[in-house]
């Protein structure tokens, strides 16, 4: 709990100065709302039953008093809620660049059991709710303690007796919110979770709109929408339940308490224990007394609404990522390219091994092709090169330095991949040629696009290399898009290349063009390619087959077809296909 509470006074820190004005702002407000009554008091009272001679002039006095006091208040206010707000969409933002900091550091297990969709939620809905709670929170207990503290003693100093039995009314207000509030609580948590559950599905079902439209599964993905939307709906009801209920009955408190003032005030005056102006005071200050009430039991709700977000903030915030830096990494320096993998073995979340005690070598400078039937792991090696994946044994080096001890961003830097699924990202054809090599020039992407055999089909387009791509490249064919890609990796320039069946998704004419590309990239680099179509890889340096056991076959196109086994199995199937 007291961590907690560090950590989110920690937020505040950055923005001390304006949290102090803001609650010095908020200090004067409701001091100002105490002293307003009085005033009308002075006026009511000591001023026109006493009729003075200088009764005009001290109503005049008194109302220019209360009009500045007013002003000063009216400023304070708009200071509250100006710059209030702006403080708490302030913390917001830093909130939201710590989750979204955090996501980009995840590992790809992480996203391989987790909906973006809930992520999504957490770093938008979430965020937003935690700014109006860091915002009013402290802003709305300052205001209302003052307040109802301020007006019971002013209620204590005009009628004791009666201020005893409207502070009755305060254990039964207190019990009542308690047991609603936990209500409130539980549907707010759980209609969170319920957004999470429609953000993932409206994202899986968006992304894959080409899917559903092509198979006419429009209906099947609205049935599951409706699902979630119900499920969400259901939570908000109960939500809905539990708050009409809170503040019907805190409501029906602060009807009963003028009445009780109306009923007792009543008999005091006739008792002569009170005057018809304290009897107004006092009728004005219940509303002083019940109102905060009535606030405190609406911030709370506001407690519980940041209390569930920040939760949900920690708790992906303390999800630390599976692999990240060793505490003594190094940089890698002039990488040469030499790669190694010794008696490596691989699961993905303790299931099947994909590969046990797998052992190859790969000298710099070498183009080495990885072929065999589908699931034997080819995919997966490629990823645990870079670190997307950690091996449960074993250990992988480039350059005789093992992978673990070097920095994830440097050995990162120094291989490039190629993939199947290119992924494009929303802006121009330059921008994304670009993003292998942040602030380069445009004379470097359009070297880049050269080499890659994608300038003259850029030049051709109505922009050039500020044409759009639209979502995820859609306004470009597959063989421009993978142009696109391969420049982005020129760009980058790494010494270890992988191409991971980079041209299998592509026609006969764009796969040829695509290859050329691909032949020009790998020169003078290590180069790894995982081929679906082992014709492409016929003039590799060196052919390793993959098998459930490991590397089951090892050496060039000729010499595997001539042993006429798995290898020469695949080619000849291929060739059929």
């Given amino acids: 709990m007291f961590k907690r509470f560090f950590q989110l006074v920690s937020f505040y820190k950055p923005y001390t100065g304006w949290f102090i004005a803001d609650m010095a702002c908020a200090l004067v407000a409701s001091a100002t709302a105490l002293i307003l009554p009085l005033g009308v008091r002075h006026i009511t009272q000591n001023v026109l039953e006493g009729a003075a001679a200088d009764a005009p002039r001290q109503i005049l006095t008194t109302g220019l008093a209360l009009l500045a006091l007013a002003l000063l208040q009216a400023l304070c206010m708009y200071f509250l809620d100006y710059q209030g707000h702006h403080m708490g969409a302030k913390m917001e933002r830093d909130m939201r660049a710590n989750l979204f900091r955090h996501c980009q550091e995840m590992s790809f297990s992480y996203y391989d059991s987790h909906k973006v969709g809930d992520l999504m939620s957490r770093i938008t809905a ?35 007796r009666i201020t ?119 009728i004005m200050y219940v509303n002083y007394f019940s109102a905060p009430v009535q606030s405190l039991v609406n911030t709370s709700r506001l407690l519980q609404e940041g209390r569930t977000g920040f939760a949900r903030y920690w708790e992906l915030m303390e999800t ?7 505490p003594d990494a190094q940089d890698l320096q002039n990488v040469k390219g030499d790669l190694e993998l010794k008696n490596v073995s691989f699961s993905y979340d303790g299931g099947d091994s994909v590969f046990r005690g797998l052992n190859v070598s790969i000298k710099a400078g070498e183009y080495v092709a990885l072929v065999g039937a589908s699931g034997v792991g080819k995919t997966t090696l490629c990823s645990l090169l870079p670190r997307f994946y950690q ?57 880049a696009a050269r080499q890659a055999g994608a300038h003259e089909f850029i030049e051709k387009l109505p922009q050039g290399y500020d044409t759009d791509v639209g979502p995820h490249g859609v306004r470009l064919s597959g063989g421009q898009q993978q142009r696109i890609s391969i420049a982005r990796v ?12 980079a041209t299998s998704a592509l026609d006969a004419h764009s796969e040829k063009t695509v290859q050329r590309s691909l032949e020009q990239l790998a020169q003078r680099r290590t180069t790894l390619v995982i081929a679906h179509r082992l014709s492409t890889v016929r003039g590799a340096g060196r052919i390793l087959v993959l098998d459930e056991d490991g590397v089951c076959e090892e050496g060039t196109h000729e010499e595997l077809m001539a042993q006429g086994g798995l290898y020469a199995g695949l080619y000849q199937t291929s060739l059929e296909v």
């Avoid at 670009?434 to 992407?445: D, F, I, L, Q, W």
Wanted: charged letters at 20%.
């Fill in 126 to 160: 979430d965020s937003l709710s935690l700014a109006e709670f860091f915002h009013h929170f402290p802003e709305d207990v300052v205001v209302n303690s003052i307040k109802l503290i301020g007006a019971t003693l002013i209620l204590f100093a005009i009628n004791w």
């Fill in 391 to 447: 091996p449960q044994e074993g250990e992988i080096l480039l350059d005789g330095c093992p992978v673990e001890s070097c920095t994830l961003r440097s050995l990162r830097q120094n291989i490039g991949m190629v993939q199947q699924d290119v992924y494009l990202f929303a802006g121009t054809i330059a921008e994304n040629i670009a993003y292998g090599k942040p602030g380069s020039t445009r004379e470097e992407v359009i070297h």
């Fill in 164 to 282: 005893l039995v409207i502070v009755a009314f305060l254990p039964f207000m207190v019990i009542y919110t308690l047991r609603f509030n936990k209500k409130m609580a539980a549907a707010l948590s759980q209609g969170r979770e319920r957004m999470g559950d429609i953000n993932a599905q409206l994202e899986d079902s968006l992304s894959g709109i080409r899917v559903v439209q092509s198979f006419t599964n429009e209906g099947v993905e609205e049935g599951k929408f409706r699902t979630q939307n119900e499920r969400f709906l259901e939570s908000r009801r109960r939500g809905y339940q539990s708050e009409a209920q809170l503040y019907c009955g805190m409501d029906t408190f602060a009807s009963l308490m003028p009445i009780a003032v109306a009923v007792f005030g009543g008999f005091a005056i006739l008792q002569g224990a009170m005057t018809l102006p304290d009897l107004l005071l006092f």
């Fill in 320 to 326: 630390a990522p599976e692999i990240q830096d060793a």
């Fill in 490 to 501: 020129f760009l980058k320039d790494p010494p270890v290349l992988i191409f991971d069946e």
